[in-house]
Structures are given as structure tokens and as C-alpha cells.
């Protein structure tokens, strides 16, 4: 069962890297050329945390509801549905490597926003700042799984606390928007 768990957390997170990766070759590099944004704009996904939602919200529970959720009532709703079920993907839980109990830990991943620290290192998390933004190279997915399987000190079942993804297939690209072309 942990097994089928794991590949469709990986599906899933392959599905996003790829769609995230994937560009318009068809703009010549001018993306405002072809851009509309007259109309009416529907909040689509909730992307703060990387695969949170595909994680935390069960089958069969509306993920649109949560993707379209206003961030501020997010927490209230959706906090005792991330901790059942991260109590059910690790029974074992009881703090993780940033102390923080299942509710504690789920308070903060059912708002899916993305803190941004205004000064200092923007990272999600090094082993000294945490959550303080988000770097390209941050292997977030890894600080997750150590973060939901890695018990206190971030080394326990270290089976499942790596997708043992360790590195890109293209490296960044020095200017912006820094990500490689996709394949």
C-alpha cells in the first residue's frame, strides 16, 4: 500500500514538474505580446507547497475547492483533514525536525502560501531557516517527506524521506527566468 502511495505522489509531482517546466516557444520571447488579460480571472490551483494538496486531500475530496480556497480561511477548514491524514500516512507521527506536533505542523501546510522573508536567505527550508521562501534549487519535495516521515530529528525511515531526485536534468540558467528549456 505505501508502495502505490509513493508512486502516485511521484506521478504527481512529475505531471507538475513537467507542466511547470514546459514554455511557449510560439512568443518569440516577447510574452506580453501575446498576453490577454482583459476578463474575468478564476484562482485555478494553490501551488505555495508543492504537492500539499495532492498529498493532504484525499480522493474523492473537491481539491478544487481547496485550490480556489481564499488562503486566510484556509487553515480553519482544512487543518483537521491534513492531520488525519497525515495520521494515517504515518501513525508514527509525533513531532517532526522543526518540533512541531500534527497540529501544529498541518496548521501550517493547510495555508498553502508561500512565506517570503524580506531580508536574509530565501529558502524553504536549509536545516537553520525555514519556510523563509523559496529557492529554485530547494529540493522541496525531500523537505516535505522528512518533514511528514523523518520523526524528530529528520532521520528516521529514511526510506521514505527522500524521492531520491538529487539534482536537474538541465542546470539553471544564469538570467532570468533562470529555468532551463524544457526538454
Not at 132 to 161: K, M, W
Amino acid at each position: 500500500m505505501k508502495t502505490n502511495k509513493f508512486k502516485i505522489i511521484t506521478l504527481a509531482l512529475v505531471c507538475a514538474v513537467a507542466t511547470v517546466s514546459c514554455n511557449d516557444d510560439d512568443n518569440n520571447g516577447d510574452a506580453m505580446a501575446s498576453t490577454d488579460f482583459s476578463g474575468t480571472f478564476v484562482q485555478q490551483d494553490q501551488m505555495a507547497r508543492p504537492a500539499i494538496n495532492t498529498v493532504f486531500i484525499a480522493s474523492g475530496q473537491p481539491k478544487d475547492d481547496f485550490n480556489a480556497a481564499i488562503p486566510s480561511a484556509m487553515g480553519a477548514k482544512y487543518q483537521p483533514i491534513f492531520e488525519s491524514r497525515l495520521m494515517a500516512l504515518n501513525p508514527g507521527y509525533t513531532t517532526n525536525a522543526l518540533g512541531l506536533t500534527a497540529a501544529q505542523f498541518t496548521g501550517v501546510l493547510a495555508t498553502d502560501v508561500l512565506n517570503v522573508k524580506t531580508s536574509g536567505k530565501t529558502t524553504f527550508f536549509d536545516g537553520t531557516n525555514v519556510l523563509t521562501g523559496r529557492a529554485l534549487a530547494d529540493d522541496v519535495i525531500d523537505v516535505e517527506l522528512i518533514l511528514i516521515f523523518g520523526g524528530p530529528t529528520g532521520g528516521s525511515n529514511t526510506g521514505l524521506t527522500s524521492d531520491h531526485v538529487d539534482a536537474n536534468d538541465k542546470a539553471f540558467t544564469t538570467s532570468f527566468p533562470y529555468l532551463a528549456a524544457a526538454w
